[in-house]
């Protein structure tokens, strides 16, 4: 990063490194560690696995005084990576600026998940305009579809490719981008298992998805989550909407599905991915959803609203 950039101690810095092989990749994201760790900042690496053992690799000796993680397991959700690991790596470390790579998007997402990574992106603009941090985001230019690349020069104020460091002349209001990825879900299989949701349906909720979950093959910690994260979404439609709501359950070759539709409507972009202060209470259910379950999609409207999760088989 040029130094104009990488000593800016004010606000957020959110560039996208373009690079097309292995060695762009460490040119690009060793020396922005070592940077960081010369200005004594806390710095965070979360990406795949491969990319996290490169970085090791060239880092050496100065790897243990970084805080690493696999983003394919971290973030296998797009909607946790928010609260669960940016913001979570911030807040304990309240008093300084904090460096971080993140890469949520790599060669190996599906076109499924791909919405709630692109908002995701979009989104931490919205939840660090306030937080010193510098947030890089690598993007594999040979591998990931030029759409997707065409997206990260809208969702990230900053782009670097090699030594060239430059403002995104395609950088867009990040709530309205995110708003673009509010993508409507198909309707689920003629297979799937319906339920009416109201409040005497709960425990039916629960057993229905319990015994739907074992039978795909999940773990029992997998089963008791989501178990408890359809319990979550099924208590907020009877707490929330006059109506109710139907919940579809289905499996297909790789995943179990739980989908929710209601009469309710999510105004608020960032619901789920910034866990609420302490003191205010409720608030809480969509972001222990997305901490629970592998995928979160998100379709909302006012008067209809249709929240669908992922459970990997």
């Not at 990574?117 to 660090?128: G, K, R, T, W």
Request: charged residues 20%.
């Amino acid at each position: 990063m040029s130094n104009s950039v990488a000593t800016r101690t004010d606000g957020l810095v959110h560039p996208a490194l373009f690079y097309g092989d292995e060695e762009e990749y460490l040119a690009g994201t060793v020396p922005f560690v070592q940077a960081g760790l010369e200005a004594d900042e806390p710095v965070l690496v979360a990406v795949p696995k491969d990319n996290l053992d490169r970085i090791r690799a060239a880092l050496g000796s100065d790897a243990a005084r970084v805080q690493l993680h696999d983003m394919s397991v971290a973030g296998r959700n797009p909607g946790r990576i928010l609260p669960g690991v940016l913001l979570a790596f911030a807040t304990a470390h309240p008093d300084k600026r904090v460096r971080i790579i993140g890469e949520p998007i790599w060669a190996g997402r599906t076109a499924t998940e791909y919405p709630a990574c692109a908002q995701h992106e979009a989104l931490i603009n919205a939840a660090f305009a306030s937080r010193p941090a510098t947030i890089l985001c690598p993007y594999d230019t040979g591998r990931l579809d030029q759409s997707w690349l065409d997206d990260a020069r809208r969702t990230h104020p900053i782009l670097q490719m090699g030594t060239v460091v430059r403002q995104s002349p395609h950088y867009a209001d990040p709530i309205v981008v995110a708003a673009g990825f509010n993508l409507p879900l198909q309707d689920p299989p003629a297979h799937a298992t319906t339920i009416a949701i109201d409040l005497v349906a709960l425990a039916t909720i629960r057993r229905v998805v319990t015994a739907e979950a074992v039978a795909a093959g999940l773990s029992p910690e997998r089963v008791s989550d989501l178990t408890l994260a359809v319990n979550e979404l099924a208590t907020n439609t009877v707490k929330h909407t006059a109506a109710g709501g139907t919940l579809a359950v289905w499996t297909d070759p790789t995943r179990l599905i739980c989908q929710f539709r209601d009469t309710g409507h999510i105004t608020n972009p960032l619901a789920g991915r910034i866990p609420p202060p302490p003191q205010q209470p409720g608030s809480r259910g969509l972001v222990l959803v997305n901490q629970l379950c592998d995928l979160v999609r998100v379709h909302t409207l006012p008067g209809a609203t249709t929240i669908r999760v992922h459970m990997h088989r």
